[in-house]
């Protein structure tokens, strides 16, 4: 999605939801805020990286003269009202099985099942020998 905003845009800004922003809507997130920032800063597509507080883009459109806004389609249609501040809004197509969720699910099912595999292998109990 960032490579296809690139293509859009002269000057590419990228936001990254805070995790007080992202826990207003779902769980919070497994990876912190200043992390998931510095990931996207360390890659070469954005020319600026700043935090994202509001769902309401007004405000931050207006101050940096935006005037195209990509998000993915799984938001289609919340940011329409973009359009009357004269900005052309992207919806880019997620495509299947892209969802924090799913892997947050893989990830503690598998450890899950490692672990009671794991517990299933040791005694129950240990017996202590005299000498």
Known sequence: MINYARS??????????TDELVMSYKPQPIIPFNERLQIIE???????????????????????NIDA???????FGKYDYLEELGVKVFY???GTGV????????IHD??????????????????HETE
């Open 92 to 94: 880019f197509p997620y």
């Open 8 to 17: 859009l845009a002269d000057i590419l800004i990228v936001g990254v939801s």
């Open 69 to 75: 806004f990509v998000v993915g389609d799984d938001w």
């Open 42 to 64: 360390a890659l070469k597509t954005p020319d600026i990286v700043i935090p994202q507080h509001s769902l309401d883009h007004s405000e931050i459109v207006k101050k940096l």
């Open 110 to 127: 598998s450890y899950e099942a490692n672990l009671h595999s794991q517990q299933k292998a040791k005694p129950v109990t240990v017996k």
């Open 99 to 106: 969802s924090s969720s799913n892997l947050k699910k893989t």
